[in-house]
Structures are given as structure tokens and as C-alpha cells.
């Protein structure tokens, strides 16, 4: 489990596709304090750390973490957002993020407002009944509030902290980014899609 408060932007310095495809990770977490076997969001992803040395660690990414995110399309030398695993105890700042990706959604346009930016995003129509206005979205692994939503749509702010500590102000109109909705909210929409599901039958 996460919070969406992004620890670091670490660089992706190698990839080994196969089977499993390996990323190697540069950060300034202290990669050797890792413990091997625990997750960590990588832009938004939860993956394993399955080796560390110096200040760098390695995760793996099945084929179907490939399919629903963007990790397939990251290169050495790319930024990616990253996140440690929430301890019990710690301060839940953002909020409740489990690292699995429901979509990949599309940067649709940009532009600043004052000291902050805004980004509209694609919605994707099966995630439109957990958005909400003033509601939580992950983007990239960023806890987010979603600002306003449309029927395909929907634009968030980033504040001066947000654009300068993660790599989402660099994405124009085009990018691709990993989308979580609210795990509440996800939760909330399966209830009352079955509530609503004639007797004896369950949506898909």
C-alpha cells in the first residue's frame, strides 16, 4: 500500500527484456538499505525489489504489467516516480494507493495557471464511475485531486512542490501516464453495480 506522495525521481539505467523484464533503478532512497522482496511504486506500479547495490536496485515487470501500463515504453536514461511502501504508523498524506494500475490514460492538453499547472487527462470510460469532483486519482503515482470531470475527461493542478519534485510537468499533450482510481471509490462502484445487476446476474 501507498499514499501517492512521491519520495523520489529515480533514472532507469538498464533494461533486460524477456520472460521478465528487468529494470535496474538509480535513486537517492539508499537503494542498499532496501529490504529484497519489498514493493515499490514505480510510477505508480507496484513492483518487488529483487537485488540492490550501492544506489541502485532491480525490479521485474510481468508481460501484464507491461499490457497495463507504461513501463513497456520506458528506455535508460527516463525519470520514473517512485515510492516506497507505506509502514503502519506513518502519516497518510496523500491517499490510499495500492500500486495497481487500472488504465493507461493520455495527457490531452496543458496549460499554467498562476503558480500552478493544469493537465487534462483522457478518462477511460470504464474508470468514469470512481471520479468525482474534489476526488483522489494516482497519476504516474501521484496522489492527485481531481479537479473537475467530464464525460471523457477530467484536469487536476499541480502545485509548485508537485511539478518540481515529480516528473509529470514535463509530459505534453500525447504522453501516456498510469492511472489508479480511488480505491474507495473503485469499492463504491462495484457495490452499486451489483445492486443494480438483475437478480441472479453479476457485471463483468
Known sequence: MFTGL???????TRIAP????????????????FTLGESIAVDGACLTVVEKGGDTFRVQAAPETLRRTTLG??????KVNLERALALGDRLGGHLVSGHVDAV??????????????MVFRLPPELAPCFIEKGSVTVDGISLTVNAVEADRFRVQLIPETQTRTTLHGKGPGAQVNLEGDLIG?????LFALR???EGEQPG
Do not use: N
Open 6 to 12: 512521491i519520495q523520489d525521481t529515480g533514472t532507469v
Open 18 to 33: 524477456g520472460a521478465m523484464t528487468d529494470l535496474w533503478i538509480r535513486t537517492s532512497l539508499g537503494a542498499e538499505a
Open 73 to 78: 515504453a520506458r528506455r535508460a536514461g527516463d
Open 105 to 118: 490514460s493520455e495527457v490531452l492538453e496543458t496549460f499554467a495557471e498562476g503558480g500552478s499547472w493544469v
Open 186 to 190: 473503485k469499492y463504491v462502484a462495484r
Open 196 to 198: 443494480g445487476a438483475p
